[in-house]
């Protein structure tokens, strides 16, 4: 038994054609999907918002008078950041957030809605809270501010934090982006309705002219006729076919 038996041939220029063929398909099946999408994040998907707090990492070791400040005491600067958002994260500081808020928020769900980096790699560094409501993400990240300092100069010694913009009331959401949904949606339709149109394809197995039959099976099956299509046009108009009389 030949083992090539098995191997069919995918022909892409083929598949390109069948899916052409269907584009109306295509597209429904794309602006379907687009439309699911926004559907979905609109009435489905909670929009959030965010407020956002400055602190400038302040060492007291650095004078920023006549002296110059080096490299070396800027990195150190730096480095008080990552310290300094471990203890923002830390439970004695969110807690104490939470009653100083008047928050109905455990530990664990307060961090979730936090985030901390440097700011453009310098010394000031950005605490980001994301909240369902506009004002409650303000007030967190306000909060924040007034008791972070406070318990950075308790814990770390020779440095301290220094505010250097509050947080305001998010007047736009955050999350979800309506046409970043809808349009991933778009994308996501098209790929599947072309990804269904190539497999119904190549699961086709009904012989549609002589050329597909020979391009598929070559000399497995040999070609000994083909019916000519009555409704096929040739290159001097339609094919005709005439009725043989035997009295003639």
Known sequence: MNENNDVKEIDLLQLLRAVAKRWWIVLISSIAAAGIAFSYTYFFVTPKYQSSILLYVNNSNISVGSISISSAELSAAKTLVDTYCVVLKSRLTLEEVIKDANLSYS??????????????????????????NAEEACLIANTIAKVLPEKIADIVNGSSVK????????????????????????????????????????????????????QTYGDEIPLL????????????????????????
């Open 107 to 132: 530990y664990s769900e307060l961090k979730d809605m936090i985030s901390a980096a440097s700011e453009n790699n310098t010394e000031i560094f950005r605490i980001t809270v994301t909240s369902e």
């Open 163 to 214: 505010n250097v913009d509050m947080g305001i009331v998010p007047d736009t959401r955050s999350s979800p982006s309506y046409s970043k949904n809808t349009v991933l949606g778009f994308v996501v339709g098209l790929a599947l309705s072309v990804i269904a149109l190539a497999v119904a394809e190549l699961m086709n197995d009904k012989i549609t002219s002589e050329d597909w039959l020979i």
């Open 225 to 248: 006729a083909v019916v000519p299509d009555a409704n096929a046009r040739s290159s001097k108009g339609y094919y005709r076919y005439y009725k043989y009389d035997q009295n003639k």
